[in-house]
Each structure stands twice: as C-alpha cells, then as structure tokens.
C-alpha cells in the first residue's frame, strides 16, 4: 500500500509560481513511475507530467512544457512539482499519482492517488 498526500497548493498571482510536494509513505515508493494531474472545474481529470522511478526520464503536457518541472527525492520518498510562470488556466485540484508499471501514468490509471491540493491562479 502507498498513500500519498499533497501539499503546497493555494492562490498565487498571474506570473507566479508554486511547488507542490507529494510524500508518500511505503518502503517501495523508489519503484514506482510517478505523475501529476490536474481537474479544473467542470472539465476532466488531465495529465500534468510524470517521472520514472530513477527520476532519469520525463514528460510533460504541452500546455505546460517549459513552465513546469517535475522532480523527485527517493531518498525522502517524495515528489515535487515546480510551476512557474502560472496562469489563469492552470487553475485546477493537482493530484499526485503513482503506478508499478509505466503504463499506469500513461493511460491515467495509476495504482493509487492522492488527495489532490487546491491551486488557483488569479489574473
């Protein structure tokens, strides 16, 4: 079992920027493929970005590509996602994701979620 919890989420100007971090309790967190999501109101759960489990490889969806950054520390079993340069569009509920195998992240079907965390954006 591995839970995860958000934080680092709340209301930031237009321009600014944010980390998120993700803890995730389990002595296997290092195994596992981890990624970000995002719900904004009235619209579909999406994928942000995701990291292997050596934090060797990553990937990002084009809308925020160049803007975001995804880390992880296995050491302090715990994920991070640095936005910068937020918009009013990025507004939405961020999720952390974590799946045993690749595939999970990629088709948005991870082994577990967390709780998600609050990210507003004002103009």
């Known amino acids: 079992q591995v839970q995860l919890v958000e934080s680092g989420g709340g209301l930031v100007q237009a321009g600014g920027s944010r980390r998120l971090s993700c803890a995730a309790s389990g002595r296997t967190f290092g195994s596992y493929t981890m990624g970000w999501f995002r719900q904004a109101p009235g619209k579909e759960r999406e994928f942000v970005a995701r990291i292997t489990w050596s934090g060797g490889s990553t990937y990002y969806a084009d809308s925020v590509k160049g803007r975001f950054i995804i880390s992880r520390d296995n050491a302090k079993n715990t994920v991070y996602l640095q936005m910068n340069s937020l918009k009013p569009e990025d507004t939405a509920v961020y999720y952390c994701?974590?799946?045993?195998?690749?595939?999970?992240?990629?088709?948005?079907?991870?082994?577990?979620w967390g709780q998600g965390t609050q990210v507003t954006v004002s103009s």
């Open positions: 994701a974590a799946a045993q195998r690749f595939h999970g992240i990629v088709t948005g079907t991870p082994d577990y």
